[in-house]
């Protein structure tokens, strides 16, 4: 017995033990959670019961030029149903009101959505999708349904809204006018306006603190915003609607009839360099025939220019006063060789004894390369540091991602060979953008100051200008002004008498230069050969305004009319045409206001004849009410008019003496 009471005190004391390391264990932890981490876990109670809300920022607009409307955000909402929300009673009472309203609305059947609805509340569904993609009056017109019309609570609808991103003249200059957005790795990106201006256009979120009340709900703790949003700011462009809208449709046709890969056109104000139209198009697939903007080729793709190349070596040639325009050369047949490799001119049997300046405007491959290789192939340094002057080794230094970076061999580096110079000479072995090469043409057309393609022009809250964006010249004389005028004249007998005569109109003057050149053309024997179909130049000859190229991917070449004049060249006809026939003219009335002495002298003298004459009221009947009100007060007569249109009565009858003082009323059919 004495044994069997030992062993229960041995337990007793082994459990006070365990209650006191216990008691000691929970006093240690109460330390730990009050004194040492007390702050985290008072800031992790805090967090979840009071936290900061983002207040999203208004994302600010894209204009074009002319005011209209490129790019504004938009709310958008999706419709969800919790199914337990609503209590039987209501629920029964809606359901088939609910379905015919929504099936009246989104066009499916009634049936569909009770099935739907009644699913969802047997399964006990509380995030049933109902609508996607809503606007506001659909979104307003779906809450007054039966059901819905009782709130969220009692009706169970779920609202989900978010901002998008809507361009409202649709997918013209899409690229330019650009996106941005998260990848799915969760990294920043985007391309054009939209992600280059972003600083400007996103604003800055401001915050809300509020706290969790009952049923997951949460309200504000203040009647003030911990941080109130800033909304961004709106971002003019160049771009003008008018002639974007032109420039889409003109490069699309072309694209259609040629049943082409790709192509772009861009329009370029000639004295500020903005770009007034800009358009990017391509297939997706071999197989399609339907066009998109996917890249924007006029930025990103540099390639081989080929004749439109060539104003290169004229301003090289006539600058540096190797040769004049006048001098001849032999095309020998239309073949030169050059270490083995053949220059060819298009035209077979060559053009004969021509000059240089005819040379330039049928295209002369021959002439072009012998001109340029005889007067540098001891010095190509000179030749090659012309180009670099101009800027054609250098990128624009665009504000957009992703700018194609142009390649000009130089002399002594690994590329460079002994076909180099008479290879770059025809537009081979280099490599520009479109938009560098249209550039240049801009240059010549802006009398040798080259600036630089602007897209946007400032930025602006409401009427409040933040920062303007002036003309950037990047080569303030790229040839002297004798060498401008000589490539204007040449560069406008190509369109009247050259590779671009077809384009030629007596009602609007133009000048450019064709390009056809060959990609590819080493590749794999030169099955993957295609042709790449450009025209560049500007409008009108005499004060140019717009220069504009367009360039075209991969034509097709069963009709053997896969030329620049054929393919590109209508683009930039159809594009001047347009400009100069449909739109309005902006020319300045100057002096409208000036007073003409003979002209003042001779109305003074027909007023005084008119008084003289006319003694008695007119017969105003079938004449317009405005012209008749006009005449009897110029007779000093007080009038009346009822109704609108011609006067069909009139209550002083003709022929009665003027009075003055005496009303006359004109009834108006």
């Known amino acids: 017995m004495e044994i069997e ?92 009101a609910l379905s015919d309203s929504l099936s009246l609305m989104f066009g499916k059947p009634s049936s569909y959505y009770h099935t739907q609805l009644r699913m969802a509340r047997s399964n006990k569904n509380r995030y049933l999708l109902v609508a996607r993609d809503l606007s506001y009056t659909e979104y307003m017109k779906v809450k007054s349904f039966p059901l819905f019309n009782l709130g969220a609570n009692k009706g169970g609808m779920i609202t989900e809204q978010e901002t998008v991103r809507e361009h409202p003249i649709g997918k013209i200059a899409e690229r330019t006018i650009g996106y941005e957005r998260i990848t799915p790795e969760g990294k920043p990106d985007g391309k054009g306006i939209e992600w280059s201006f972003r600083k400007y256009l996103n604003g800055k979120d401001g915050k809300v603190l509020k706290q969790k009340i009952a049923k997951g709900q949460w309200k504000p703790i203040r009647d003030i915003n911990e941080i109130d949003p800033q909304d961004g700011y709106d971002v003019i462009s160049t771009i003008d609607v008018y002639i974007q809208d032109i420039a889409h449709h003109a490069l699309l046709k ?164 002994a076909i180099s110079l008479p290879w770059m000479a025809f537009g081979y072995g280099v490599s520009i953008t479109p938009l ?70 007596k009602d609007f003057s133009m000048a450019g230069k064709t390009g056809t050149a060959q990609a590819n053309y080493g590749k794999n024997g030169g099955s993957e050969k295609h042709y790449i179909s450009s025209f560049v130049g500007f409008f009108p000859v005499e004060n140019p305004k717009y220069s504009c190229i367009v360039v075209v991917h991969k034509p097709n070449t069963s009709g053997n009319n896969y030329y ?58 079938g004449m317009s009410g405005m012209d008749a009100v006009a005449l009897l007060e110029n007779l000093k007569m007080k009038v009346k008019v009822i109704g609108v249109g011609k006067v069909k009565k009139q209550s002083v009858q003709p022929g009665e003496a003027i009075d003055k003082n005496k009303i006359i009323i004109l009834e108006l059919s």
């Open 254 to 417: 072309q694209l259609k009839d040629y049943k082409a890969e790709h192509g772009c056109v861009v329009v370029m104000e000639t004295k500020t360099g903005k770009i007034k139209a800009i358009s990017n198009l391509g297939k997706l697939k071999e197989s399609d025939s339907t066009y998109f903007e996917t890249t924007n080729y006029a930025i990103a793709e540099a390639h081989e220019p080929g004749s439109t190349f060539k104003l290169v070596d004229m301003i090289a040639l006539l600058d540096d006063g190797k040769v004049d325009t006048s001098h001849v050369f032999d095309s020998r047949g239309g073949e030169i060789d050059y270490r083995g490799k053949k220059v060819r001119d298009s035209h077979k049997g060559g053009y004969g004894k021509i000059s240089l300046a005819r040379g330039f405007e049928v295209s002369s491959n021959t002439v072009l390369v012998q001109a340029v290789y005889d007067n540098y192939k001891n010095n190509p340094k000179e030749f090659v540091d012309r180009i670099d002057r101009m800027g054609l080794n250098q990128p624009l230094g665009l504000p957009f991602q992703g700018e194609g970076k142009p390649y000009i061999p130089q002399p002594g580096d690994k590329h460079w060979s």
């Open 564 to 621: 620049g004049a054929d393919v590109a060249g209508p683009v930039f006809k159809r594009i001047a045409q347009k400009i100069f026939t449909d739109a309005p003219s902006t020319n300045e009335i100057k002096n409208l206001n000036r007073k003409i002495n003979k002209q003042e002298k001779a109305y003074e003298e027909y007023a005084i004849k008119l008084q003289q004459e006319t003694k008695a009221v007119p017969n105003v009947k």
């Open 5 to 96: 009471d030992k062993h229960i005190s041995y337990r007793i004391y082994l459990v006070a033990f365990g209650i006191f390391l216990m008691a000691i264990a929970i006093t240690f932890k109460l330390t730990k959670i009050q004194w040492v981490e007390g702050d985290r876990y008072r800031e992790l109670a805090k967090e979840r019961t009071v936290k900061n809300f983002v207040i999203p920022a208004n994302k600010g607009n894209i204009y074009s030029a002319d005011g209209s409307l490129l790019a504004t955000s938009i709310p958008n909402y999706n419709i969800r149903f919790d199914a337990v929300a609503p209590k039987e009673e209501s629920f029964e009472k809606n359901v088939k």
């Open 436 to 505: 560098q090469t249209l550039t240049l043409y801009n240059a010549i057309a802006n009398n040798g100051e080259m600036v630089k393609p602007q897209f946007v022009s400032e930025i602006k809250e409401w009427n409040k200008t933040i920062k303007k964006y002036d003309k950037q010249i990047i080569n303030p004389k790229i040839c002297s002004n004798e060498t401008v005028k000589k490539l204007k004249e040449v560069l406008q007998n190509v369109v009247k008498r050259g590779t671009g005569s077809k384009l030629y109109s």
